[in-house]
């Protein structure tokens, strides 16, 4: 009885804190698209044909005060070197992924609405857009922390539109969208813009992968909260899945092929 209470505690624990590592060493570990074909081969080495994104099946409890290894080893199954990335998918308490554009803060553009913003508008009214960037990378987030403790990130509230024009007359600033916000806030909500950036955590981002194997590796741990960063995770991070993106330049019968793939805590 006493054993079978300490098995009981034991898996309620794994449950809720998750394993400590991933090692996906068969194609069945990973999740793929149709225009992707992983086949095992001898050595545990995985021959991965076509071009695209692929996630472990499983994902990792993630302490932002532990630390964590992501390794892997690639090379190309031919005679052609074959650009990928690889690295990890940072994922909120809902198992959403976490993107740039909800963290990545535009330096100085805390501001305030001045004007109602409707869901049908194209253009915002704030108090202060001189830091504030036009293109299709530029976001506006909606009820931000202006304390610069950067407590509202990851931060989902965003308009549906990116900023195409920053302009001042009379003293006062317009924010043009290519399209309608989508939103409604009330004049006096605080804002600020984001960046939008990679949808993953690269360990290797645009490697080529050569016929010689070749490691790549990286320790990751704490929380980076406006920035970009390979060495800390994302804002919100609860767990984290491995991924990989194939011969991301499209070469035609490209192989690539890879081995001990794995996402490690290493502080206990």
């Not at 308490?93 to 409707?118: E, H, M, N, W, Y």
């Not at 302009?167 to 409604?184: H, P």
């Amino acid at each position: 009885m006493r054993m079978l209470t300490i098995l009981a505690v034991l898996t309620v624990a794994t449950l809720l804190h998750g394993a400590e590592n991933i090692t996906p060493s068969q194609p069945k570990d990973w999740s793929f698209g149709g225009g992707l074909k992983l086949t095992a081969q001898d050595g545990n080495i995985i021959a991965v044909g076509g071009t695209g994104l692929f996630l472990s099946q499983k994902s990792l409890t993630i302490d932002p005060a532990a630390h964590y290894r992501i390794a892997g080893s690639f090379r190309s199954g031919g005679s052609a070197n074959i650009r990928f990335y690889f690295g990890a998918t940072c994922l909120d308490a809902q198992r959403k992924p976490i993107l740039p554009s909800q963290f990545l803060a535009v330096p100085g553009s805390d501001t305030v609405l001045t004007a109602d913003c409707l869901p049908t508008d194209w253009q915002l009214s704030v108090k202060d857009a001189s830091r504030w960037k036009s293109g299709k990378l530029y976001k506006v987030a909606f009820e931000t922390d202006p304390s610069g403790k950067f407590a509202d990130l990851p931060n989902d509230k965003l308009a549906v539109a990116a900023v195409t024009e920053v302009s001042k007359e009379d003293g006062k600033y317009t924010v043009k969208l290519e399209n309608a916000s989508g939103k409604f806030y009330p004049a006096g909500t605080h804002v600020r813009q984001h960046q939008d950036g990679p949808n993953h955590l690269y360990v290797a981002a645009w490697k080529e992968a050569t016929p010689q194997w070749q490691e790549f590796s990286a320790e990751i741990s704490g929380m980076s909260l406006e920035k970009l960063s390979t060495t800390q995770w994302r804002p919100g991070t609860k767990l984290a899945r491995l991924c990989i993106i194939a011969n991301s330049t499209g070469l035609p019968d490209a192989i690539l092929e890879m081995r001990d793939i794995s996402l490690t805590r290493i502080d206990d």
